[in-house]
């Protein structure tokens, strides 16, 4: 049984910044040193969306078109975490933020690249 826990998400204005955290563990342990990791979000009355992605070394990550290089992932593998660091926050980046983690070492884009997924943490950007 794989856990992918979040944290970080918040209520910030419009302009600044959050840290989302994806703890992973498990058992028997989950180590999520060899597989990609990736953060979708969903808004309300809408699909749930790729955000970022990066492969199981950290050495290649994807970004969504609206991240604009305002974002940026990462992972520690030794503390089997991953994070999102948001910048320059949007009101149209409000959405409950969700952590995922596939059974391949490349990342992809689709919902079904991705086999375990956390609760979500809730976003929120005031204007």
């Known amino acids: 049984q794989v856990h992918l826990v979040e944290s970080g998400g918040g209520l910030v204005q419009a302009g600044g910044s959050l840290r989302l955290s994806c703890s992973a563990s498990g058992r028997p342990p989950f180590t999520i040193g060899v597989y990609a990791m990736a953060w979708f979000r969903q808004a309300p009355g809408k699909e749930r969306d790729i955000v970022a992605a990066i492969t199981w070394n950290g050495r290649s990550t994807y970004f969504a078109d609206f991240v604009n290089g305002r974002f940026t992932i990462s992972r520690d593998n030794v503390k089997n975490t991953v994070y999102l660091q948001m910048d320059n926050l949007k009101p149209e980046d409000t959405a409950v933020y969700y952590c995922?983690?596939?059974?391949?070492?490349?990342?992809?884009?689709?919902?079904?690249?991705?086999?375990?997924w956390g609760q979500g943490t809730q976003v929120t950007v005031s204007s």
């Open positions: 995922a983690a596939s059974r391949d070492s490349w990342y992809g884009t689709a919902l079904n690249d991705y086999h375990y």
